[in-house]
């Protein structure tokens, strides 16, 4: 049952009870008297009560969080329009240099949040295309929607809660289980309507690059950015009369940035395309209402450095992607060829031109048991030889206790082992590598199948995450373990055994998807262009 209470005093209140003794969700009726009281989207919700007599423990937990953001709301009470927030991280607004005018820049806002480094990266991966390929004529805003536009904690806060929620695995798995069911996926639609709809509106409207007009297309790179910002397309295009998703005529389009798995969050029927990289989001697309024709497939949009077949505009970007491709073994350059470009990148970066070299990665922040898993690992390659016969590279990003500690470890006389933190050229360090070991990030294992890198991973986030481990076993190119000692051996396997390298090598090749940003990139700029171009047609008759 759901009663709806709608006052107009000062305290005005929307009451929501659900009371179903077999189940979560409330029934169709309960959303037709929920859809029909009146003022929901104007007043404050100041309670969301649940009787539920079979609740699992993990969605106990959602529905405690989840009900104590209205309460927080009463301390901060926005006002009408005025939702924006300082943040210490400044709107990211990239203007792509033009001589063109105003009228002829097309422009785009790509809506994301910083919860993990992909999503981010991906936007990047996203403008950087526009600008290789239509230079001059696209304008990207990237912004972090929650963080400088969410109203109050924990909306404004989600980058901190997943790190939290990352280090605890378990509290993410009960988040992400109870979001996907049918009770979860409507209240987080529900709150999201309630109380972020005024500001994400102002997102979205403002005025992006050298314009003085909002984005001609929104693109969403996040999975909690697809009901809500489509509502208020709607709105914005139809000058207030409705909130329903079909009568927007902006362009919207979703770029899932997950591999093996995604959360159902990702898959709105209402969007113009949405491009997902694998076999299994495709199919997960389908079953989430999707029709064929809005599905395009061509794999994850990756970070410049690892785009083969862009030819650069400068001949040392040349000669860098002549290098990338031949160490691919692409462009006709022969394997004698590939190993001496390999050789040569390992100097420049201060290793040893001639050892086999495994690369260790633990992220952007370093997560995942880098220390053990390091530590294992360079034991079991520095006590097979006494001289050098290998190479380890470790990567801790923003974790300087693992670096410091790892920087500190006396090594066996069989390896050499080169500690860096944060680096911006990831795209070097795996092309200079022969294998790598990692957590599970679907934009790291795409970047290392470009690479041909086999690949050990050592853990995932529940979820999203977990089926990126299928996705690479039954490749060919790569397992998983999270014991540190059986990383060490399966590794130093790995590394003893050419045969077993090349095969794997081969394998990860034939998985990566090199010009997937690219393609992207070219799909979107039709449907932005025609767009465009179909408006400028109408607004001439």
């Not at 109050?152 to 009960?174: D, G, H, R, T, V």
Request: charged residues 20%; contains cysteine.
């Amino acid at each position: 049952m759901v009663r709806c209470r709608h006052e107009k005093s000062k305290k005005d209140a929307v009451t929501l009870e659900c009371q179903h003794p077999d189940q979560i969700t409330p029934s169709p009726q309960d959303w037709s008297n929920l859809q029909n009281c009146q003022g929901l989207h104007h007043k404050s919700v100041l309670l969301v009560v649940m009787h539920v007599r079979s609740l699992s423990v993990a969605r106990i937990l959602w529905a405690l969080v989840l009900c104590t953001v209205p309460l927080l709301s009463l301390s901060f009470a926005p006002g009408s329009g005025n939702f924006r927030r300082t943040s210490k991280r400044s709107l990211e607004l990239v203007r792509i240099a033009s001589s063109s005018s105003s009228d002829d820049v097309c422009t785009v806002q790509i809506l994301m949040s910083d919860t993990g480094g992909g999503h981010r990266a991906s936007a990047n991966a996203i403008r950087d295309a526009f600008d290789v390929l239509y230079p001059g004529k696209f304008e990207c805003d990237i912004v972090d929607i929650y963080t400088e536009y969410g109203p109050f904690w924990p909306l404004n806060a989600y980058p901190q809660m997943y790190k939290i929620m990352a280090e605890y695995s378990f509290l993410w798995e009960s988040f992400y289980v109870f979001g996907e069911t049918d009770f979860g996926l409507w209240l987080n639609e529900f709150l999201l309507d309630v109380f972020c709809f005024g500001p994400f509106k102002e997102c979205l409207k403002r005025p992006i690059g050298s314009t003085s007009k909002r984005a001609d297309m929104v693109v969403s790179v996040h999975p909690l950015c697809q009901d809500t910002p489509l509502k208020i397309l709607a709105e914005l295009d139809s000058n207030g009369a409705s909130r329903n998703p079909n009568a927007r005529k902006t362009p919207f389009v979703t770029v899932v940035t997950d591999l093996g798995g995604a959360h159902k969050t990702w898959f709105n029927k209402n969007v113009d395309k949405c491009f997902v990289p694998s076999d299994v989001l495709y199919q997960k697309a389908q079953s989430r209402g999707l029709a064929a024709s809005q599905i395009a497939q061509y794999g994850l949009p990756i970070r410049k450095g690892f785009w083969a077949s862009v030819e650069e505009e400068n001949s040392s970007q040349r000669q860098k992607s002549r290098r990338f491709m031949g160490m691919l073994g692409r462009g006709g350059d022969s394997s004698t060829s590939s190993a001496s470009q390999k050789q040569n990148l390992r100097s420049e970066l201060g290793l040893d031109g001639h050892l086999p070299t495994v690369l260790v990665v633990g992220g952007g922040d370093g997560m995942g048991g880098l220390v053990d898993i390091a530590s294992a690992l360079g034991k079991s390659l520095g006590e097979r030889n006494q001289a050098p016969a290998y190479q380890m590279v470790v990567i801790c990003g923003s974790n300087e206790n693992a670096r410091n500690k790892l920087s500190s470890t006396d090594w066996g006389p069989g390896v050499k082992v080169f500690v860096q933190g944060f680096v911006k050229n990831m795209d070097e360090w795996m092309n200079a590598s022969d294998a790598l070991v990692t957590k599970a990030g679907p934009g790291t294992i795409a970047e290392a199948s470009i690479c041909g890198l086999p690949c050990m991973l050592f853990a995932y986030l529940p979820g999203q995450e977990e089926g990126n481990v299928p996705y690479v076993e039954e490749a060919g190119f790569g397992k998983y373990s999270d014991r540190p000692e059986e990383i060490a051996k399966t590794v130093s396997s790995w590394l003893a055994s050419p045969e077993t390298m090349q095969a794997m090598k081969s394998a990860a090749l034939q998985a990566s998807r090199p010009a997937a940003t690219l393609d992207i990139a070219k799909e979107l700029a039709e449907i932005a262009l025609s767009t465009k171009q179909e408006k400028a047609v109408v607004a001439a008759g």
